[in-house]
């Protein structure tokens, strides 16, 4: 039975009970409903309603039924929220809502049995109607199976199969083998990317055996209860730590469905750093967002933004999503999961892009959505442990639903390419409190000083098949089917095991320490299952209640023996026309690059995501007194006390890569680096490791797998020469959208590089805002020992080219040299400010310096930079810095670079009492407004944000962000320490029983799922 009850805001709430509630109980409902009216014998409402899918139970639904079971209302069973519209044209979105034409009694009514098993007999139709991208090799492969086996295989078995082996999770291009233009390479892709650690292994202690890798890291607090089982004191206790790094993307899913595509493409990767070695801790985020261009409208709605660069290409009648829809909603997704699984996202990027040239069509229509992250852990465990026959097999998290079905093949192809249905039903939804629960649970065992954990992994792709076969996989085990949960009675057997229902995690525990474990979920509420055990028999099966196995094959016959892929290709010299521009139009110019939404105000993103959770951010975007997105590095400590902690940045280059790739790798990672550059690390660049993510058309056209190769030669040959490993990374090799029509836009081949490593003083990290004092110099330092090049550049796409001729890392050894004066410099105390050159060039670079103050401009003079042609000066994006020194080192800093061969050129100092960025260059000179420039750089944020803002507050943040700076005021007596109050933070450790009554004390009260209390 369905009851409705009609909420303040006029929504209606359709409660599912199982039996008749009393009056009591409505009230109670009532009350929860926030005073909502109960609609009494009101079995069918009228109108038209937006509610959600009726086959799919939302997350909120999960929450609300559990906290009336809390409240003590049995018999509650579903809850959904349903929405009032005019008609039956109203907007709504049809990837997770449906239009209702009325509200009855049959609105979670799902006509569908559990299908049957099947024994498939026809492979090749099975193959094309699941949408399993199964290569005719594999298909071989799958029938010589058969025939050891004596019989037809299951659909579990070959949809399992296909998942836990796509190129999604396997993948087999990167381990497969390449000829180009008729020569076998010698290397594969991994052997290219795994010679960077072997050649550089620096303090890499976990690398390529896990979906997270793991770094030396410093000797830090651990701050946990005492007892993780029940209410305790909290303790410190030193740890020796690892630093954890981790990528990956989620680009089909965000396509199809950005909300959740999104933010489960960042729980996935959340889970991925709770589940490497034996468990793990994340701390902070990031993320990034490339997609076609947005085609923004003016405050009317309607009026197109004049941008000519965007008509390169028509609009499509794209598949799923607008451009600008994707945008907005995964930012919110992947905003929206941090926020409420409590991790910071404190670093990012986005890029638009669209181009057409010598009959080719690029843009990013399948969308690149990268989440990645640092955290950390213990040294003692990071590595996972050896299974042993018995341990049980443990899944913690939520129930099974009809989620994501076929994900990890589906992601492996074009989108588009299969059905409609096939790709939604791939489609998963995000349940952050969920993850957190399941979370708090690993937190605890870790921060245990004996952790049970043998070995853990996340359900992601393939669901438990991938999962629990990965965690048994060295001695094969059994799962029994009726222990899992179940929160769709119609699924079969094949979408029990396969679905990727999110927010799950599988352990191996030891039978002894099962007890322990289970009172520590219950504390959590975190839902905990023992579903299975090892067995020793390198077998795996997933047995059901009555005995029948869906699925029953050995271990070497799921992973060990699937085809080599052989890529053959030829390599295609592709030529772009250059550029070309007047000296005359250098305000034009930059006007058009400040509204790029890769150089432009990034203000739409920081303000709806938690930059500060945890209580240990010591560097996030937000900077100055009027806190704009400018920083490039976020820094986070790693505990409460010490000083110690992580950096992190990002770095990409796919305009360059697609004249060269090899200069498109070479340049993100150089960005990366420039970006991290700020952050005082604990060995220079020795400390670094980097991530980096493959995003490439593969098979889509002539030449795109050679550019591939030569785009991860080129990385490995770079990164080897500068001495920095990759110990982890992620490929999506299908990044091409079909349409309808037949028409494929090919997304450009891209790279997003990672960097990440350890911080010696959180306190020393240097900012990009401008101190405003005449009594400073900066300085221009050039990492590229290049000529200014303009090809690849931000300027050329906001003229709608590309250009041939681009800009990348001449000597390596320079470059180092560079990198490693900056940061000896940070250490002496030298750098006031300093921010990186990269998109919209050193022009960009000097405004942005300036945009977070309130007052002052700069006087710049070019006359040292080498070259001839102002427009490069202006917007070349060859890697480099702005620095900014006091005049009392500017002696030492002269002489430190000139000693240590580094070119450098003066180029200007603050100009407090003027507000403009006045800059000259032999003959030419040009001033230009900053509060104008900002004006300009701003307004493509406003635009994005009055689309996800409501009733005028992105009109209201657009005219008052630059009125309200920050100031901080104390009392003249305050110091923000302790000892002020006298208190001793260590107090802890050297009271009594008679003395720990003189303490104060405080209590943290807390919820299941919620977050923030550590830092409370």
Same mark, same amino acid.
């Given at each position: 039975?369905?009851?409705?009850?009609?909420?303040?805001?006029?929504?209606?709430?359709?409660?599912?009970?199982?039996?008749?509630?009393?009056?009591?109980?409505?009230?109670?409902?009532?009350?929860?409903?926030?005073?909502?009216?109960?609609?009494?014998?009101?079995?069918?409402?009228?109108?038209?309603?937006?509610?959600?899918?009726?086959?799919?139970?939302?997350?909120?639904?999960?929450?609300?039924?559990?906290?009336?079971?809390?409240?003590?209302?049995?018999?509650?069973?579903?809850?959904?929220?349903?929405?009032?519209?005019?008609?039956?044209?109203?907007?709504?979105?049809?990837?997770?809502?449906?239009?209702?034409?009325?509200?009855?009694?049959?609105?979670?009514?799902?006509?569908?049995?559990?299908?049957?098993?099947?024994?498939?007999?026809?492979?090749?139709?099975?193959?094309?109607?699941?949408?399993?991208?199964?290569?005719?090799?594999?298909?071989?492969?799958?029938?010589?199976?058969?025939?050891?086996?004596?019989?037809?295989?299951?659909?579990?078995?070959?949809?399992?199969?296909?998942?836990?082996?796509?190129?999604?999770?396997?993948?087999?291009?990167?381990?497969?083998?390449?000829?180009?233009?008729?020569?076998?390479?010698?290397?594969?892709?991994?052997?290219?990317?795994?010679?960077?650690?072997?050649?550089?292994?620096?303090?890499?202690?976990?690398?390529?055996?896990?979906?997270?890798?793991?770094?030396?890291?410093?000797?830090?607090?651990?701050?946990?209860?005492?007892?993780?089982?029940?209410?305790?004191?909290?303790?410190?206790?030193?740890?020796?730590?690892?630093?954890?790094?981790?990528?990956?993307?989620?680009?089909?899913?965000?396509?199809?469905?950005?909300? *959740?595509?999104?933010?489960?493409?960042? !729980?996935?990767?959340? +889970?991925?750093?709770? @589940? #490497? &070695?034996?468990? %793990?801790?994340?701390?902070?985020?990031?993320?990034?967002?490339?997609?076609?261009?947005?085609?923004?409208?003016?405050?009317?709605?309607?009026?197109?933004?004049?941008?000519?660069?965007?008509?390169?290409?028509?609009?499509?009648?794209?598949?799923?999503?607008?451009?600008?829809?994707?945008?907005?909603?995964?930012?919110?997704?992947?905003?929206?999961?941090?926020?409420?699984?409590?991790?910071?996202?404190?670093?990012?990027?986005?890029?638009?892009?669209?181009?057409?040239?010598?009959?080719?069509?690029?843009?990013?229509?399948?969308?690149?959505?990268?989440?990645?992250?640092?955290?950390?852990?213990?040294?003692?465990?990071?590595?996972?442990?050896?299974?042993?026959?018995? *341990?049980?097999?443990?899944?913690?998290? !939520?129930?099974?639903? +009809?989620?994501?079905? @076929? #994900? &990890?093949?589906? %992601?492996?192809?074009?989108?588009?390419?299969?059905?409609?249905?096939?790709?939604?039903?791939?489609?998963?939804?995000?349940?952050?409190?969920?993850?957190?629960?399941?979370?708090?649970?690993?937190?605890?065992?870790?921060?245990?000083?004996?952790?049970?954990?043998?070995?853990?992994?996340?359900?992601?792709?393939?669901?438990?098949?991938?999962?629990?076969?990965?965690?048994?996989?060295?001695?094969?085990?059994?799962?029994?089917?009726?222990?899992?949960?179940?929160?769709?009675?119609?699924?079969?057997?094949?979408?029990?095991?396969?679905?990727?229902?999110?927010?799950?995690?599988?352990?191996?525990?030891?039978?002894?320490?099962?007890?322990?474990?289970?009172?520590?979920?219950?504390?959590?509420?975190?839902?905990?299952?023992?579903?299975?055990?090892?067995?020793?028999?390198?077998?795996?099966?997933?047995?059901?209640?009555?005995?029948?196995?869906?699925?029953?094959?050995?271990?070497?016959?799921?992973?060990?023996?699937?085809?080599?892929?052989?890529?053959?290709?030829?390599?295609?010299?592709?030529?772009?026309?250059?550029?070309?521009?007047?000296?005359?139009?250098?305000?034009?110019?930059?006007?058009?690059?400040?509204?790029?939404?890769?150089?432009?105000?990034?203000?739409?993103?920081?303000?709806?995501?938690?930059?500060?959770?945890?209580?240990?951010?010591?560097?996030?975007?937000?900077?100055?007194?009027?806190?704009?997105?400018?920083?490039?590095?976020?820094?986070?400590?790693?505990?409460?006390?010490?000083?110690?902690?992580?950096?992190?940045?990002?770095?990409?280059?796919?305009?360059?890569?697609?004249?060269?790739?090899?200069?498109?790798?070479?340049?993100?990672?150089?960005?990366?680096?420039?970006?991290?550059?700020?952050?005082?690390?604990?060995?220079?660049?020795?400390?670094?490791?980097?991530?980096?993510?493959?995003?490439?058309?593969?098979?889509?056209?002539?030449?795109?797998?050679?550019?591939?190769?030569?785009?991860?030669?080129?990385?490995?040959?770079?990164?080897?020469?500068?001495?920095?490993?990759?110990?982890?990374?992620?490929?999506?090799?299908?990044?091409?959208?079909?349409?309808?029509?037949?028409?494929?836009?090919?997304?450009?081949?891209?790279?997003?590089?990672?960097?990440?490593?350890?911080?010696?003083?959180?306190?020393?990290?240097?900012?990009?805002?401008?101190?405003?004092?005449?009594?400073?110099?900066?300085?221009?330092?050039?990492?590229?020992?290049?000529?200014?090049?303009?090809?690849?550049?931000?300027?050329?796409?906001?003229?709608?080219?590309?250009?041939?001729?681009?800009?990348?890392?001449?000597?390596?050894?320079?470059?180092?040299?560079?990198?490693?004066?900056?940061?000896?410099?940070?250490?002496?105390?030298?750098?006031?400010?300093?921010?990186?050159?990269?998109?919209?060039?050193?022009?960009?670079?000097?405004?942005?310096?300036?945009?977070?103050?309130?007052?002052?401009?700069?006087?710049?003079?070019?006359?040292?930079?080498?070259?001839?042609?102002?427009?490069?000066?202006?917007?070349?994006?060859?890697?480099?810095?702005?620095?900014?020194?006091?005049?009392?080192?500017?002696?030492?800093?002269?002489?430190?670079?000139?000693?240590?061969?580094?070119?450098?050129?003066?180029?200007?100092?603050?100009?407090?009492?003027?507000?403009?960025?006045?800059?000259?260059?032999?003959?030419?000179?040009?001033?230009?407004?900053?509060?104008?420039?900002?004006?300009?750089?701003?307004?493509?944020?406003?635009?994005?944000?009055?689309?996800?803002?409501?009733?005028?507050?992105?009109?209201?943040?657009?005219?008052?962000?630059?009125?309200?700076?920050?100031?901080?005021?104390?009392?003249?007596?305050?110091?923000?320490?302790?000892?002020?109050?006298?208190?001793?933070?260590?107090?802890?450790?050297?009271?009594?029983?008679?003395?720990?009554?003189?303490?104060?004390?405080?209590?943290?009260?807390?919820?299941?799922?919620?977050?923030?209390?550590?830092?409370?």
């Amino acid at each position: 039975m369905i009851l409705f009850f009609r909420t303040q805001s006029k929504s209606v709430i359709a409660t599912e009970v199982n039996h008749a509630l009393s009056d009591a109980e409505i009230n109670e409902l009532c009350w929860l409903y926030g005073d909502a009216t109960y609609l009494q014998n009101e079995e069918t409402l009228q109108g038209y309603y937006v509610g959600p899918r009726r086959e799919m139970i939302t997350p909120w639904s999960t929450n609300a039924v559990e906290i009336t079971q809390n409240m003590s209302l049995d018999g509650i069973l579903r809850i959904e929220e349903y929405f009032p519209v005019s008609s039956k044209e109203a907007d709504y979105d049809p990837m997770l809502q449906r239009m209702y034409d009325g509200l009855d009694q049959t609105i979670f009514t799902v006509n569908h049995e559990p299908e049957p098993i099947k024994r498939v007999e026809d492979l090749e139709k099975f193959n094309e109607e699941e949408g399993l991208a199964l290569s005719p090799e594999e298909m071989e492969y799958l029938h010589k199976i058969e025939k050891q086996n004596g019989r037809p295989l299951t659909d579990s078995e070959i949809f399992g199969f296909a998942q836990i082996n796509s190129e999604h999770c396997r993948h087999k291009i990167f381990g497969g083998e390449f000829v180009i233009d008729g020569k076998v390479m010698e290397s594969s892709l991994f052997s290219l990317i795994k010679k960077t650690t072997k050649e550089n292994p620096g303090k890499i202690l976990s690398a390529y055996k896990d979906n997270v890798a793991f770094a030396q890291g410093p000797e830090v607090e651990q701050f946990a209860p005492a007892n993780q089982s029940t209410s305790d004191f909290f303790r410190v206790k030193p740890i020796e730590s690892v630093i954890s790094l981790k990528a990956e993307t989620h680009n089909f899913p965000t396509t199809v469905e950005p909300f *959740n595509g999104a933010a489960t493409g960042t !729980g996935g990767e959340i +889970r991925d750093r709770m @589940g #490497g &070695g034996v468990g %793990s801790w994340p701390i902070a985020g990031t993320a990034v967002y490339m997609t076609a261009y947005p085609r923004l409208t003016e405050d009317d709605g309607t009026t197109p933004v004049l941008r000519d660069w965007e008509d390169i290409l028509p609009i499509r009648q794209w598949l799923y999503q607008t451009p600008e829809q994707i945008l907005i909603k995964a930012s919110n997704g992947a905003s929206d999961f941090g926020n409420k699984f409590g991790q910071p996202l404190i670093t990012g990027s986005l890029l638009t892009f669209e181009h057409q040239e010598n009959g080719e069509k690029y843009a990013y229509d399948k969308v690149i959505m990268l989440a990645g992250g640092v955290g950390y852990g213990t040294k003692r465990d990071c590595l996972k442990g050896e299974p042993q026959a018995g *341990n049980k097999v443990v899944v913690v998290g !939520g129930d099974n639903y +009809r989620i994501g079905l @076929g #994900g &990890g093949s589906v %992601s492996s192809v074009d989108t588009g390419r299969y059905s409609n249905g096939i790709e939604l039903n791939a489609i998963q939804r995000a349940n952050p409190e969920m993850q957190k629960r399941a979370y708090n649970l690993v937190r605890a065992l870790v921060e245990e000083d004996n952790n049970p954990v043998v070995s853990i992994h996340d359900h992601g792709s393939a669901g438990h098949l991938n999962c629990l076969s990965e965690l048994v996989e060295e001695c094969g085990g059994k799962i029994d089917m009726s222990q899992l949960p179940i929160g769709d009675k119609t699924l079969s057997a094949k979408e029990i095991i396969a679905n990727e229902s999110q927010e799950r995690m599988g352990l191996l525990i030891d039978e002894k320490h099962l007890d322990h474990v289970k009172k520590i979920a219950e504390r959590e509420r975190a839902p905990m299952y023992v579903v299975g055990e090892t067995t020793g028999d390198a077998h795996f099966a997933f047995v059901q209640g009555d005995g029948v196995k869906p699925f029953d094959l050995d271990v070497a016959q799921m992973f060990g023996h699937s085809p080599k892929t052989i890529m053959k290709d030829e390599t295609v010299e592709r030529k772009y026309e250059n550029v070309s521009y007047s000296i005359n139009k250098v305000e034009e110019y930059l006007q058009r690059v400040l509204q790029l939404e890769a150089v432009a105000c990034k203000d739409w993103l920081t303000n709806k995501v938690d930059r500060s959770v945890t209580g240990k951010v010591a560097c996030q975007q937000c900077q100055g007194e009027i806190q704009l997105p400018l920083s490039d590095c976020g820094v986070v400590a790693l505990d409460y006390r010490g000083h110690k902690g992580i950096a992190t940045a990002l770095g990409h280059a796919p305009q360059a890569g697609l004249a060269s790739p090899e200069a498109g790798s070479v340049l993100s990672v150089a960005e990366s680096l420039t970006n991290i550059v700020w952050a005082p690390l604990a060995d220079g660049m020795d400390s670094l490791s980097l991530s980096a993510n493959w995003m490439w058309p593969c098979r889509s056209q002539k030449g795109e797998d050679a550019r591939l190769y030569s785009a991860v030669k080129a990385l490995s040959d770079f990164c080897c020469a500068i001495g920095v490993n990759v110990p982890t990374g992620k490929d999506s090799l299908s990044l091409t959208q079909q349409y309808p029509n037949g028409d494929k836009i090919i997304s450009p081949g891209t790279v997003i590089v990672t960097s990440g490593g350890e911080v010696s003083d959180v306190r020393q990290v240097v900012s990009p805002v401008l101190v405003n004092d005449k009594n400073t110099r900066l300085y221009h330092i050039d990492f590229s020992f290049d000529e200014q090049r303009l090809g690849g550049s931000a300027f050329a796409q906001s003229l709608g080219k590309i250009g041939s001729d681009v800009p990348t890392v001449k000597e390596p050894q320079y470059f180092c040299d560079c990198f490693d004066a900056i940061q000896e410099m940070i250490r002496r105390g030298w750098i006031l400010a300093g921010h990186d050159i990269s998109a919209g060039g050193l022009i960009t670079t000097l405004l942005e310096m300036t945009f977070a103050n309130a007052e002052g401009g700069l006087h710049i003079n070019l006359h040292d930079i080498k070259g001839d042609d102002v427009i490069k000066k202006l917007f070349a994006e060859n890697p480099g810095v702005v620095i900014q020194v006091a005049d009392e080192h500017k002696e030492e800093v002269k002489e430190f670079l000139t000693e240590n061969c580094i070119g450098f050129a003066r180029i200007g100092t603050p100009s407090p009492d003027k507000r403009t960025l006045s800059i000259a260059d032999g003959d030419w000179k040009a001033e230009f407004d900053i509060d104008a420039m900002r004006e300009t750089w701003y307004k493509t944020s406003y635009l994005l944000d009055r689309k996800q803002s409501m009733n005028g507050m992105a009109k209201k943040r657009c005219q008052n962000y630059k009125k309200q700076p920050i100031e901080m005021k104390f009392n003249t007596d305050f110091t923000g320490t302790l000892q002020q109050y006298g208190l001793d933070a260590d107090r802890w450790k050297t009271s009594t029983p008679n003395t720990h009554h003189q303490t104060p004390k405080a209590a943290i009260i807390r919820e299941k799922g919620t977050n923030g209390e550590r830092e409370m």
